[in-house]
Nanobody, 123 residues
Framework: QVQLVESEGGLVQAGASLRLSCAGSGRTFSPLAMGWFRQAPGKAREFVAVISAYDGMTIYADSVKGRFTISRNNAENTVYLQMNSLKPEDTAAYYC????????????????WGQGTQVTVSS
């Protein structure tokens, strides 16, 4: 069974940092682009960041550019999201995903999705 499992999120204060990880199992994820989305209560799921399969190319949403960093460790089938200078508006459930191309992942057309992890930022 192919799975993506996010690490536990948490409750942090504004300005703090938090790192999420997402571990894949059931197949090798190295050929796939991997990304992160988030969904705040009452809002649509939105793209956060995506990283290419092998060359480390990244794309970020404007709202997180300069604060969040996506990275991956193909040997461990894991993708990370380092979140710095967190703001209350970053509060959301965060989902990792994996797909056949960066554009597919960015457009929400991933093949695999994690179950989500809650990040809450207090002011």
């Amino acid at each position: 069974q192919v799975q993506l499992v996010e690490s536990e999120g948490g409750l942090v204060q504004a300005g703090a940092s938090l790192r999420l990880s997402c571990a894949g199992s059931g197949r090798t994820f190295s050929p796939l682009a991997m990304g992160w989305f988030r969904q705040a209560p009452g809002k649509a799921r939105e793209f956060v960041a995506v990283i290419s399969a092998y060359d480390g190319m990244t794309i970020y949403a404007d709202s997180v550019k300069g604060r969040f960093t996506i990275s991956r460790n193909n040997a461990e089938n894991t993708v990370y999201l380092q979140m710095n200078s967190l703001k209350p508006e970053d509060t959301a459930a965060y989902y990792c995903s994996a797909g056949n191309s960066m554009s597919a992942v960015r457009q929400g057309r991933a093949v695999y999705w994690g179950q989500g992890t809650q990040v809450t930022v207090s002011s």
